[in-house]
């Protein structure tokens, strides 16, 4: 497969290339030239098999020759048994049409552990057989971060350096990260938003002398290779539910746009999918997107669902890609509009093709205790605050109530405790792994949001380890 960036002025590359290329060097984000479809008769092949099974097929008309079946499937089988359930990504049935895709199984408890854990061992391969050395740059709300953390630790080919938002994210989100004592790992606390960690990670990238000094390599998921790895549950989940001779819809609790752009990318590959709900918090750029036509950015606003607390929704860019005829010239011209103005307003087919497939709602915090006391109460189940986002989102859109609706349980509620405790009165307990998560010592560099300072202190890093 080849990749195209979305402003179509950056080279045209391979698998390996766009996994190590992270952001495209025209600014615009990489996705695949055309979409591999599934036929119906394969669609249905994938129900009843290992989640591993289903990952290496959904994966290699991406990966292509790059790298091979038997290597792949190995990768696939390592980075998966790090998970605590043997389904990987299990469903939970809480209502006559609705479901839970637990995604929290993973080695730091939110759904970024399904794409990393992956990509951690992607970028280990093709930089051995390359024998290079990245430098890995990532912004994170909190779970990112961590994941990325965890899949990059003591790897020798990467440094890897997390910026997250002083003071606005968990307590355990940030001893995840601040606590992991590998010499490649550095976590970074600046003062500012997600919105300002992200926005100095694409600097770094658009700067290309540093790009290129440091090898940068990129975990968020402007990286295509993120993307993918999360498309797979939309297959194995839809799949155990009927599909494709039964239509299914996703509750996608969204920030950066990546986890329900996967779910767009199964329907280019031939999943028919009733509806993808975008669930956000009060942070709801996208859900007044989806009314009005017009993207405008506002300040950010703390919620209980701290990792979504985000204006600048990365990912929206490609679906912007998909639904412009994938003019990059004209999704270009949008992006000027949005670093000119704070704003750009979407062409009425645009509008349109988007509201085929995406229906939005936004839930605010006090939306979230009540769902999170009711799920509780009805089920036994208790939900995470950003789960309980996508759970009341479905409420108000929801298409049809006979097609099961999958909802997207994206963290465990345990790193997200003071909420869970304030709606259900008890406080979840972390998981035996990180039982100790609170008597560890903490490694952090507190920086101010300025981008000098910050890429100084990378390359000096990188200078010292060298
Ligand atoms: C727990 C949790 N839920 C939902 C989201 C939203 O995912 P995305 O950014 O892919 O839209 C994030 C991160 O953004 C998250 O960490
Ligand atoms: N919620 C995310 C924000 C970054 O999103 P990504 O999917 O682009 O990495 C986080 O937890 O960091």
Known sequence: MRYVSTRGRAPVLGFEEVLLAGLARDGGLYVPESWPLFSLDEISDLAGRSYEDVAVRILAPYVGDAIGKDDLAAIVADAYATFRHKAVVPLVQTGASDWLMELFHGPTLAFKDVAMQLIGRLFDHVLTKRGERVTIVGATSGDTGSAAIEAFRDRAAA??????????????????????????????????????CQSLVKAMFNDHAFRDGMRLGAVNSINWARVMAQAVYYFTAATALGAPSRCVSFSVPTGNFGDIFAGYVATRMGLPVEQLVIATNANDILARTIETGTYSMGEVVKTLSPSMDIQVSSNFERLLFEVMGRDGAAVQGLMDGLQQSRAFTLPGPALEEVRRTFDAGSVDDDRILATIRRVHAETGLTIDPHTAVGVAAAVGVRRDPLTPMIHLACAHPAKFPDAVEKATKARPGLPPHLADLFDRPERMSVLPNDLAAIKQAIGEKVASTA
Do not use: K, W, Y
């Not at 989100?173 to 997600?194: C, K, L, S, W, Y």
């Open 159 to 196: 440094d890897v350096f997390i910026l997250f938002p002083h003071g606005r994210v968990s307590e355990v989100q940030r001893r995840q990260m601040t606590t992991v004592d590998a010499p490649n790992v550095h976590a970074i606390a600046v003062e500012g938003t997600f919105d300002d």
